[in-house]
Nanobody, 123 residues
Framework: QVQLVESGGGLVQAGGSLRLSCAAS????????MGWFRQAPGKEREFVAAVSYGGRTTYYVDSVKGRFTISRDNAKNTLYLQMNSLKTEDTAVYYC????????????????WGQGTQVTVSS
């Protein structure tokens, strides 16, 4: 089992920045690819970003490339998402997740999830 707890969400104006954190406990954090997903009201959960075991390889949905940065600190068992130049369309609940199967982009391939943290971007 892996327990995940997100923090860092909040209300920010468009163009602003937020940094999300996800603290992991339980099984060895570095054994998992980690990802961030988000879900806006009335929409399906969407892949945002993922990072490889050691943090060297990252993946992003096109809509956040150049604005968001995913990273991890395996010594601290923590995953991060630095979000810059935020837009109103980034408003959603953000979830961190640990991948337990092979597909990086598919939420169903992530077996462990946090409870989510709300990000609201105002115009």
């Amino acid at each position: 089992q892996v327990q995940l707890v997100e923090s860092g969400g909040g209300l920010v104006q468009a163009g602003g920045s937020l940094r999300l954190s996800c603290a992991a406990s339980g099984r060895t954090f570095s054994n998992y690819y980690m990802g961030w997903f988000r879900q806006a009201p009335g929409k399906e959960r969407e892949f945002v970003a993922a990072v490889s075991y050691g943090g060297r390889t990252t993946y992003y949905v096109d809509s956040v490339k150049g604005r968001f940065t995913i990273s991890r600190d395996n010594a601290k068992n923590t995953l991060y998402l630095q979000m810059n130049s935020l837009k109103t369309e980034d408003t959603a609940v953000y979830y961190c997740a640990a991948r337990t199967s092979y597909d990086i982009y598919d939420a169903s391939h992530y077996g462990y999830w946090g409870q989510g943290t709300q990000v609201t971007v105002s115009s």
